[in-house]
């Protein structure tokens, strides 16, 4: 049976690389794009669907979900990985209407889409979540190495990536029947960094692909990284 997977932020940097590289493993791969224009020639370019989907938008969401279930009548792998890096300041001096714009998209956006898309994951047998988190999100790596200068690691993203992994953990345990795990992609050349990550998306990509390919006696409510288990 074919398997049905939703990747979203799908348009570009490691999110567009998974879904590339789970097309190729054979899943029937939908990409998720708010950017109509972008999401139009990411799926072009990897010959999977698309659907117009902004994390923050509730209407979009549940017109995502809509179409899915019209389409496929159920979800297998769903990859929370859409997020931005918009707020690089100290904490003192965050506004914190933009503080809540960024945890908007990424935690809400992927407590949003979770919700909306669980009816869909309880139709299929082999249910996984891959939560896009961060080693920069752990309180054992801040403390353990030097995360507290806000120009290495802005705060706002580092909570925003904290939250995200306890929403797994949380969600791990509310839904038995599923895996869901959060992934630390490691620091990946794209645009959320200027491209200055030291690794490829292929190599950024690797430990998402893994989570989402789980066999059906694999982990949840884990954190790991491409080579290791992230401490919490
Ligand atoms: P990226 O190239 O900037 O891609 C981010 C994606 O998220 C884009 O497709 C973007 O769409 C989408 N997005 C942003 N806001 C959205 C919204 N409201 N609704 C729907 N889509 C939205 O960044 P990336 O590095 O590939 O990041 C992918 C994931 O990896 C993120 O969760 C990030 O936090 C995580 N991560 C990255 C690194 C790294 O070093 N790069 C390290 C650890 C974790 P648009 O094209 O419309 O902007």
Known sequence: MDTITLVTGGNKGIGYETARRLRDAGH??????????????????LGVGLIHLDVTD???????????????GRLDVLVNNAAVNSVVAPLESTDA?????????NLLGALRVTNAFIPLLRESRH????????FVGSFAATLEHDMFDWRVVPPVYAISKTALT???????????????NAADPGYTKTDLNDHQGTQ??????DV???LAMLADDGPTGTYVSRDDVVPW
């Open 28 to 45: 029937t791969v939908v990409i998720g794009a708010r950017d109509a224009g972008r999401g139009r020639a990411a799926a072009a370019d």
């Open 166 to 180: 306890m929403l797994t953990l949380r969600y791990s345990r509310e839904l038995p029947g599923m895996l869901v």
């Open 127 to 134: 249910a996984r979540i891959v939560n896009v988190s961060s």
């Open 58 to 72: 509730q209407a979009s969401v549940d017109g995502a979900a809509e179409r899915v279930r019209q389409d496929h």
């Open 200 to 205: 490829t998306v292929t190599e950024g990509s």
């Open 97 to 105: 209407a933009d503080a809540a714009a960024m945890l908007d998209t």
């Open 208 to 210: 998402i692909v893994r």
